[in-house]
């Protein structure tokens, strides 16, 4: 195009879409509750864009166009099925009188019906961002169904904004998807390409037509490794930005990179007849001088500053790419690696942390004076010199800071040899643990939280304004506690668990409770939908000042005969639900929570507990993006989980949880962790799981899910022994545990008791026939 608009000198590629105050949240599940309307949930949504867009131009991106027009009522994800009409047939048609897929269609994919579950939801790259997986076979009927985004570019507009609004790219869209229920075997998503990109044109048309100058295409699958093969989506990527490119009246193109390297797929997006690309240059390489001489022509948008972690960018070393980038006579321009979508609005706010340690921080609108800032070198260094030299000084005055690095923890590090990560064979532990617990065959257990009252979450609301002591709120937690344990004791379960109550959350719970970590009052993240969550932030070095859990569990153990089971969250789950320090390899951050944990384990012991359970629900969300790069992971967080439990006796019974149950990747890397029990989710694949466990010969305890608690449907006494049956004829029944699929938090009283009575019930069927 002869007359292309100028790309900004300065962008994000998205910005945090849940409110400053979580303001959206708010307002959506006021919707679902029936308390605003479709109108009033529209204005709300208006108030948010609008003051993203203020935002943002008060912070420096004032140029047309560097306002990303990333808001969604949900979902990236399902934003582009709306807009395109990929609704799954089981649905039935959504579509209301206009034939759009209006905000009551939306929602009904996000949450379900009565009759229908809603869209999966699996997590979004290597973030803990969950998107919603669309449907698609040879059925689904694309056209287009929602003119959601320019409504909302020209509102924008008319009130003096001129955005660049944003949608999944149609690749990533179909590598995204997975194949509907009607679709044959071996179906691929990506084979309906051609009935697709006509409904993206389209969309490119109506954006030209209303003003737009640029649209942003996110193209993330691009820089992870697929299932198709690499000439198959390189020929799928040239072929729809052909169609896009040619779209009558487009705005220029922006494809969008994000989360690594781009690696074979940048010349074809070189080739591409699109104006802008974006490259991640943070956490992908800066590209060779070959791969850039290919992008001659095109804007680069150059991802120097993270979105995706929380550390003041090292603008020095951000300038220095740059430059490179520059000195190849390119035409630069400045943005964040990822969307800031996964980072918080603003470090100034969190008044509670130290003065120095903000100063370490860039939350979303940090970064956006970053990106200004770098903008600013490219076109005359002179003018940012004092901020650049500003960060590398606060850089290197938080390396030297207390408690970033304690020598006694690298000592210990320093000293540890292979000893320290095995335990005796899993044979001697095993007769060790037969003779200190006496357990029947198939023990009953559950995972660890029992229903989170509003009785508990009031308690800890009170305790955290004051209004009751820290005596008074212990007092409680231990009613609760006892509470727990009768009911389990009335169930006849064999492991014992204390419940949980006095944990807010899983990780944040170890990360107040331990040196090295902060938390945040306002860091709230999207991590699906209306729900957030805080993450800790993870900065120094990793001690334990005194025990967390003994007392808790000491007092459960206390109340029962029957074994209680020592409650502790593993270090990667850890690292992968916090901000983690960047300055260091992430392996040695693990190794430094593990032996915090090791010495739990040590003291949990000694109070008598003698089963403990390290959870480690995340091992399989930080698995890299590509494939090169995976054992080197699986190497190092393994290790971290075996530094943890290996200091425990061969009596004490070590159990973990993982709640998924896509086993086959990772299969090594679990039995790897040499746990003496594995509870994992089984219930929703009907025991599928347990084809992998026995073609692998998984030889230590194990516990399928027999009861899926992410609904509150109550299983049935007869199909919870048959999924037992099916569980014994593929594992023997020495090994066997019965347990539901994951913690029970989030499920009412009545479900959880009715179900947990029919678990132990089919449990004691079983066993007489064994
Ligand atoms: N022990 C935790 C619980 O029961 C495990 C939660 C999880 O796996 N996400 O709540
Ligand atoms: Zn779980």
């Not at 949608?167 to 990533?172: A, M, N, S």
């Not at 990179?257 to 800066?286: M, R, Y």
């Not at 003994?550 to 270090?571: D, F, I, N, R």
């Not at 009861?707 to 449907?713: A, E, F, L, N």
Request: proline residues 5%.
């Amino acid at each position: 195009m002869s007359n292309t608009p100028v790309f900004p000198a300065a962008s994000l590629l998205g910005y945090p879409r849940i409110g400053r105050r979580r303001e959206l949240k708010k307002a959506i599940e006021a919707f679902w509750a029936g308390k605003i309307d479709a109108v009033e949930l529209d204005a709300a949504a208006k108030e948010i864009q609008l003051g993203t867009a203020r935002r943002l131009v008060e912070l420096g991106l004032t140029e047309a166009a560097a306002v990303p027009g990333t808001f969604s009522y949900y979902d990236q994800v399902l934003d582009a099925a709306t807009h395109i009409g990929a609704v799954p047939a089981r649905f039935g048609d959504l579509r209301n009188a206009d034939g759009q897929l209006d905000i009551n269609a939306y929602f009904t994919l996000a949450r379900g019906t009565v009759e229908q579950q809603p869209l999966e939801m699996t997590k979004w790259f290597d973030t803990n961002y969950h998107y919603l997986v669309p449907e698609i076979g040879p059925e689904t009927t694309f056209s287009l169904t929602s003119n959601r985004i320019v409504e909302q570019f020209e509102y924008a507009l008319a009130n003096g904004f001129e955005t660049r609004q944003y949608l999944v790219g149609p690749v990533t869209f179909l590598l995204l998807s997975k194949a509907s229920d009607d679709a044959p075997a071996g179906f691929s998503p990506l084979s309906r390409l051609e009935d697709v990109l006509p409904i993206y044109a389209e969309l490119l048309t109506r954006l030209g037509a209303a003003g737009a100058s640029w649209v942003q295409l996110d193209e993330p699958a691009l820089v992870a490794d697929q299932d198709v093969s690499l000439a198959e989506i390189q020929a799928a990527v040239a072929r729809s930005y052909e169609v896009l490119g040619a779209a009558a009246g487009r705005p220029s193109i922006l494809v969008s990179t994000p989360f690594g390297a781009l690696a074979e797929l940048l010349p074809t997006l070189a080739a591409a007849p699109i104006e802008a690309l974006h490259i991640d240059a943070f956490k992908g390489a800066v590209p060779s001088a070959e791969e850039l001489a290919l992008l001659a022509g095109k804007t680069i948008v150059a991802g120097v500053v993270d979105g995706h972690n929380i550390w003041r960018n090292d603008l020095a070393k951000s300038a220095a790419r740059l430059d490179v980038l520059k000195a190849a006579g390119l035409n630069i321009t400045v943005s964040t690696s990822t969307s800031t979508q996964h980072v918080p609005h603003d470090v100034t706010e969190e008044t509670q942390l130290s003065a120095e340690l903000r100063s370490w921080l860039a939350f979303a609108d940090q970064k956006v004076t970053e990106v200004v800032t770098l903008a600013a070198h490219l076109v005359d260094p002179a003018s940012s010199a004092a901020a650049i030299a500003e960060a590398s000084a606060i850089i290197a005055s938080r390396a030297a800071a207390p408690g970033v690095k304690r020598p006694e923890v690298r000592d210990r590090l320093a000293a540890l040899t292979a000893a320290d990560f095995n335990r005796s064979a899993y044979s001697v532990r095993e007769a060790a643990q037969e003779e200190s617990l006496a357990l029947p065959p198939l023990p009953t257990t559950t995972i660890g939280s029992f229903p989170q009252t509003s009785e508990i979450r009031s308690a800890r609301a009170r305790a955290n304004k004051g209004a009751i002591t820290g005596d008074e709120y212990t007092t409680l937690m231990k009613e609760e506690i006892k509470r727990v344990v009768d009911l389990q004791e009335e169930l006849d379960f064999d492991v014992l668990v204390h419940g949980e109550p006095e944990r807010n959350d899983m990780v944040q719970y170890f990360a107040e409770n331990l040196e090295g970590f902060d938390v945040t009052v306002h860091g709230w993240v999207q991590s699906y939908g209306s729900r957030c969550t805080r993450p800790s932030i993870l900065w120094g070095d990793v001690t334990r000042e005194k025990a967390i859990t003994v007392e808790w569990a000491e007092y459960a153990q206390s109340l029962t005969a029957k074994p209680m089971k020592g409650m502790l969250t593993g270090p990667v789950t850890i690292l992968a639900w916090s901000f983690v320090r960047d300055d260091q390899p992430l392996g040695d951050t693990a190794n430094q929570v593990g032996l915090a944990l090791r010495d739990e384990i040590a003291d949990l012991e000694a109070a008598g507990i003698k089963i403990i359970q390290v959870d480690e629900p995340a091992l399989r969300e930080l698995l890299p993006l590509r494939k090169a790069d995976q054992a080197a992971y699986l190497d190092w967080s393994v290790n971290s989980f075996r530094l943890s439990t290996a200091g425990a006796v061969d009596g004490t019974q070590i159990h973990t949880h993982l709640c998924y149950s896509e086993f086959g990747v990772i299969i090594d890397a679990i039995d790897g962790l040499d746990a003496d029990v594995t509870s994992i989710e089984a219930a929703r694949s009907r025991m599928d799981v347990v084809n992998d466990l026995e073609a692998h010969g998984f030889g230590r305890g194990v516990g399928p899910g027999v009861y899926d608690i992410h609904s509150p449907r109550v299983p049935g006494q007869a199909e919870v022994t048959e999924l037992l049956g099916t569980a014994v004829k593929h594992v023997p029944a020495r090994q066997l545990w019965v347990n539901p699929d994951c913690g029970l938090k989030t499920r009412g009283y009545a479900e959880t008791e009715e179900s947990l009575r029919n678990l132990v019930n089919a449990t004691k069927e079983v066993r007489a026939q064994l």
